[in-house]
């Protein structure tokens, strides 16, 4: 018959410090609450926000452009970029990367179609792919094709949504304009022209243009450009932080324009994540005190059972042994406590979502698996470190 | 077949001189299993302390004691927990029963460690030595005799080789005492076991292989 801890367990006196005991209960449960809904919102805000920010991987992605003064006003040398320019700018510590926005340098317009029937000159551009939020697989093109993919700023998709009703041309969603037919009309110097046909393949947050690959730009400008050289009038920067004093401050004395509206989102995102990693902090501290407050509730139960405890060692009983079964009493109480604090992650997580996010499909109704790796090792970690201070404290007992 | 030796064994509180006047402190023993030691000493003689030394409850001593050929200032509490469960039981003179218990549980927490009788052996001890109507009662309010017949019998509910006693009858009458020394020999002797017994005065029906004076 294997040995009974049923006949030992009546000498651990725990009774009258029942109130410490449950206040250690009640802070664990609230620190692990604290922690796994910090673990949630973290993970929900990168759902939220992920995919579509201007903010990828921890960088800014930002436009930059000179500004054009009075005096600079149809210099073109002094409005575009040049190379020493980009150069000079690469070399900055504050920036990963840049890459130029080229721009059509011949006469190009947009028409769409038979279903939203208008015609407009306009213009396209085009940037390194690895700068593109919103980069789907299709979006390249040869010579020789006559279909060209486009990616529009999702802004264009507003504001010509706010103008067609006016113009009696019919407003568009997102998904019917990455199935509209557009017409790209390319025009030689001489005014003959050819066309294309576009498809907006994707919309993006962070980009403010019309984009199309480089090779049908690069193409483009040769075949129909009027001038050889081709500059940048925007670049585009990947940058650590777009708020770096160093950087602005840069900025600032090469008079450049930053646009910064494109930078907040990710700020906000920032903002958000620094809470709630805040907020995970201190619900972490939260459950190192009360793993803390149960460790003196443990160490004073010893003391007030030290008699009984070294009486068992006297008699042949193996601290091991104790120590495993002392602690393995606690087991259910952290399967508990930590089970409750996932069931009202839980809880709130839905309310969130229901309540506050109105069930919006970039968010699951369950917990993130991450929490539930949390909890788990919670429950370990502190299994784990009540044997070895029980065990600890039973080996001291042991001399008489 | 276990073995305790003690090898110029001498509490580090005495005087050297104590080596001179003791056949114990000082001196180079070997006690086999199934030898009857008794030990006779005069109070301040350390008769619990060197009880406590072969036990491994206090280590302050000049000298070596070993089980088998293991030294026991060098065992594990591990190692320790080991020998008293399966090899060492002792009677110890403060008794040593968790009060709160009753007369049965405290049997019980120490049969269930290393059965070497069924439960049933609880109460047939227990009526044997007159205590059979106090299993139920809780130690604390057993009178000092109750509870040294409880102490005695919870020695003998484990294998052992050896048997240590520390003054075992202090509270007995003679009746008592010798229906608790035959319980003892009858234990030893199923287990082949060895006896030490040490107390104020030599005792008649302590059957004795070996005498020393400490």
């Known amino acids: 018959m294997a040995l009974s801890f049923h006949p030992i367990r009546p000498l651990l006196q725990t009774g009258s410090h029942l109130s410490s005991r449950l206040f250690s209960y009640l802070g664990l449960g609230i620190g692990v609450l604290l922690l796994l809904c910090s673990i949630q919102m973290y993970v929900n805000i990168q759902q939220l926000l992920g995919g579509s920010t201007p903010r990828k991987d921890g960088y800014d992605f930002i436009s930059i452009s000179k500004t054009i003064t009075n005096e600079t006003m149809g210099q073109l040398d002094k409005n575009l970029f040049t190379a020493e320019d980009i150069k000079e700018l690469s070399s900055k510590p504050f920036v990963e990367d840049v890459s130029p926005l080229m721009a059509n340098n011949f006469r190009f317009q947009i028409s769409g179609g038979s279903l939203v029937p208008f015609v407009s000159d306009f213009f396209?551009?085009?940037?390194?792919?690895?700068?593109?939020?919103?980069?789907?697989?299709?979006?390249?093109?040869?010579?020789?094709?006559?279909?060209?993919?486009?990616?529009?700023?999702?802004?264009?998709?507003?504001?010509?949504?706010?103008?067609?009703?006016?113009?009696?041309?019919?407003?568009?969603?997102?998904?019917?304009?990455?199935?509209?037919?557009?017409?790209?009309?390319?025009?030689?110097?001489?005014?003959?022209?050819?066309?294309?046909?576009?498809?907006?393949?994707?919309?993006?947050?962070?980009?403010?243009?019309?984009?199309?690959?480089?090779?049908?730009?690069?193409?483009?400008?040769?075949?129909?450009?009027?001038?050889?050289?081709?500059?940048?009038?925007?670049?585009?920067?990947?940058?650590?932080?777009?708020?770096?004093?160093?950087?602005?401050n840069f900025l600032q004395q090469k008079d450049y324009k930053i646009n910064k509206d494109k930078t907040k989102f990710g700020r906000v995102k920032q903002v958000m994540q620094g809470i709630f990693s805040g907020l995970g902090i201190f619900g972490l501290l939260v459950v190192i005190m009360s793993l803390m407050l149960f460790s003196f509730y443990l160490q004073l139960m010893i003391a007030r059972s030290r008699d009984s405890l070294q009486l068992l060692l006297l008699l042949g009983y193996s601290p091991q042994w104790l120590s495993r079964k002392v602690s393995r009493q606690f087991i259910p109480v952290y399967v508990i406590v930590v089970l409750c604090a996932v069931a009202l992650t839980q809880l709130m997580h839905w309310a969130f979502h229901h309540f506050a996010m109105f069930d919006r499909p970039e968010l699951s109704n369950w917990l993130h698996w991450s929490v539930g790796a949390v909890a788990v090792l919670l429950i370990f970690l502190s299994v784990f470190t009540n044997y070895r201070m029980v065990k600890k404290l039973l080996y001291r007992l042991h001399q008489v | 077949m276990m073995t305790i030796t003690l090898q110029q064994v001498l509490p580090t509180y005495f005087e050297e001189s104590r080596k001179q006047r003791s056949e114990i402190w000082g001196k180079d023993l070997l006690f086999n299993k199934g030898e009857y030691i008794k030990i006779v000493a005069p109070s301040g003689s350390g008769k619990s302390s060197l009880m406590h030394f072969l036990y491994g409850l206090r280590h302050e001593y000049n000298g070596t004691i070993r089980y088998n050929d293991s030294v026991t200032s060098r065992l594990t509490r591990e190692g320790f927990a080991g020998y008293r469960k399966d090899h060492i039981s002792i009677v110890l003179q403060d008794l040593r029963l968790f009060p709160e218990q009753t007369v049965q549980e405290n049997l019980e927490i120490k049969r269930q460690l290393n059965p070497f009788h069924p439960p049933e052996k609880i109460v047939e001890f227990a009526e044997r030595l007159g205590i059979g109507n106090k299993l139920a009662s809780r130690c604390r309010i057993c009178s000092y005799g109750e509870q040294q017949r409880v102490a005695i019998i919870r020695a003998l509910l484990q294998p052992f080789d050896f048997l240590l006693l520390d003054e075992p009858f202090s509270h007995l009458d003679d009746n008592n005492s010798q229906k608790a020394m035959q319980l003892m020999l009858e234990e030893a002797e199923a287990r082949g076991a060895a006896i030490i017994f040490a107390d104020l005065e030599r005792i008649d029906y302590f059957p004795f292989t070996r005498l020393f004076h400490l």
Request: hydrophobic share 40%; charged share 15%.
């Open chain 1, 124 to 248: 396209v551009e085009s940037l390194d792919d690895h700068f593109i939020d919103t980069l789907p697989p299709s979006f390249h093109w040869s010579e020789g094709q006559q279909d060209v993919p486009i990616i529009i700023s999702s802004d264009f998709l507003e504001i010509y949504n706010v103008f067609a009703p006016g113009y009696g041309l019919p407003q568009i969603s997102e998904a019917t304009a990455t199935q509209l037919a557009l017409q790209l009309i390319l025009y030689y110097p001489n005014g003959n022209r050819e066309v294309f046909q576009g498809h907006v393949v994707a919309l993006s947050d962070r980009i403010n243009s019309i984009i199309v690959p480089k090779s049908f730009l690069g193409w483009a400008n040769q075949r129909f450009g009027a001038t050889g050289a081709i500059r940048a009038s925007r670049l585009y920067v990947k940058t650590k932080d777009a708020n770096n004093p160093d950087f602005l």
